[in-house]
């Protein structure tokens, strides 16, 4: 922790302070400001008049020289309320400095007495500490503030952590630190959905802040109704090893979110119902090999998704019922080599999805029930070597499937039952275990 709080103090420090410009440069200014928008204003009215000439005096009386004197007293105090105008200005300025200092400094010595906490020994310390660093982020006076509380409780789910699967069942002393540590890592987690839950303009919203999941070891969690509006989310190569870690609901409308090279492996993670509406939500390399990984429901009408180069070697991976109703998702690349894939009931009406070059070795991949309505699905150039891969029940309607280039050499590609329109690409003498319709 005490890296932590030197890297923080370097950025604070950092930090340029108030930069106000010479006195008398500000003063020459707005001296020759006033004198242009004077004159504008004097020809202005001189054109709306529609004034010609001067009407010419050889004497001057009484009452010219005192309309004289009293346009020299106003051009003076015109100046001088200028003057006062200038000075006024800049003690605002440099009052309001002062004020962003006292705040910055009260809360530097928060953030130090929370980021202490964080690194006590017991548990309900270091829960202090959170709450502590949460509430800071709340009332920190800048963004930049408020990032680096969110980047200190990032940062603390990032330090090792040994999942319960790991440890001697026997063990009771390890059991109980293990417990206590969970408590608190799970309580970061809450209360990061908590602000993220929060309306995009809400003065406490997370929506808009960088978070750093980076090699996160995730034994449960709760991320449902999230808001992903902005900023850069990393979960790159964050373990789901345990528990249950759910996204339901979330929506991805404009963050970067990069799940590349995670490690779904022992968790169930809970995508069901979530929307991906914008942004770019990145599965690229993803190892998808143990228990459940549901998308059931999900709505993909505008983000890019991008499952390329994942691999599907025994998990379940459910996008029952999801919507494909526009933007771009890519399978080009999986490995489907064991596990279940599931697009039963799927609607792919508007969307591109790609499986370019996929791989299906092993397994079973379901695209029962689904339903090619519109957009473009392209299994050009896949390998179906091994595994089932059933369309049955499945519709076809618009041309929009394309199997151009694809290779059948092994296990079973079945499209005996499907309804419709026939997909592009198809080989004229279908090789054994591809099973088309009966004309």
């Keep these: 922790m005490s890296g932590m ?55 001057i009386d009484s009452k010219t020289l005192f309309d004289l004197v ?70 920190a006076p800048t963004r930049e503030l408020r990032q680096t509380c969110v980047d200190v409780l990032c940062a603390y789910l990032r330090l090792p952590y040994t999942p319960q699967a790991d440890l001697l069942p026997n063990d009771t002393e390890a059991q109980h630190a293990y417990l206590s540590l969970r408590e608190v890592r799970h309580t970061v987690i809450r209360l990061i959905r908590d602000h993220l839950r929060l309306p995009t303009d809400h003065q406490h919203s997370w929506g808009e802040l960088h978070l750093d999941f980076t090699g996160v070891v995730f034994d449960g969690g709760d991320f449902s109704g999230a808001k992903f509006s902005g900023g850069t989310v990393s979960f790159s190569g964050a373990v789901f090893s345990g528990g249950t870690v759910s996204f339901s609901g979330a929506v991805f409308s404009g963050a970067r979110v990069d799940f590349g090279g995670a490690k779904f492996s022992g968790a169930r993670v809970d995508f069901g119902g979530a929307k991906f509406s914008g942004g770019w939500v990145d599965f690229d390399v993803a190892k998808f090999s143990g228990r459940w990984v549901d998308f059931g429901g999900a709505k993909f009408s505008g983000a890019r998704v991008d499952f390329s180069s994942a691999k599907f070697s025994g998990a379940r991976v459910d996008f029952a019922a999801a919507v494909f109703s526009g933007g771009t998702v890519r399978f080009s690349g999986v490995v489907s080599s064991g596990g279940r894939v599931s697009f039963v009931g799927a609607k792919f009406s508007g969307a591109r999805v790609d499986f370019i070059t996929a791989a299906f070795s092993g397994g079973a991949v379901d695209f029962g029930r689904a339903v090619f309505s519109g957009g473009a699905v392209d299994f050009g150039r896949a390998v179906f070597s091994g595994g089932a891969v059933d369309f049955g029940g499945a519709t076809f309607s618009n041309n929009t499937v394309n199997f151009s280039g694809a290779t059948f050499s092994g296990g079973t590609v079945d499209l005996s039952r499907v309804s419709g329109a026939a997909p592009h690409g198809l080989p004229s003498s279908p090789p054994a275990g591809l099973l088309l319709p009966t004309p």
């Design 70 to 139: 009293k346009l020299s007293f106003g051009v003076v105090a015109g100046a001088g309320a200028l003057v006062a105008l200038v000075v006024a200005y800049r003690r605002q300025r440099v009052d309001e400095d002062g004020a962003l200092r006292d705040a910055t400094r009260l809360h530097t010595e928060r953030f130090t007495a929370a980021v202490s906490q964080l690194g006590d020994e017991s548990a309900a310390v270091r829960l202090g500490g959170v709450h502590a660093l949460a509430g800071l982020a709340d009332d």
């Design 5 to 59: 709080r030197l890297q923080i103090a370097r950025r604070q420090a950092g930090r340029r302070g108030l930069r106000l410009w010479n006195v008398g440069v500000v003063l020459a200014l707005a001296f020759t400001a006033a004198l242009l928008v004077a004159g504008f204003v004097f020809n202005t009215g001189w054109d709306l008049l529609g004034a010609k000439k001067l009407k010419t005096q050889s004497e």
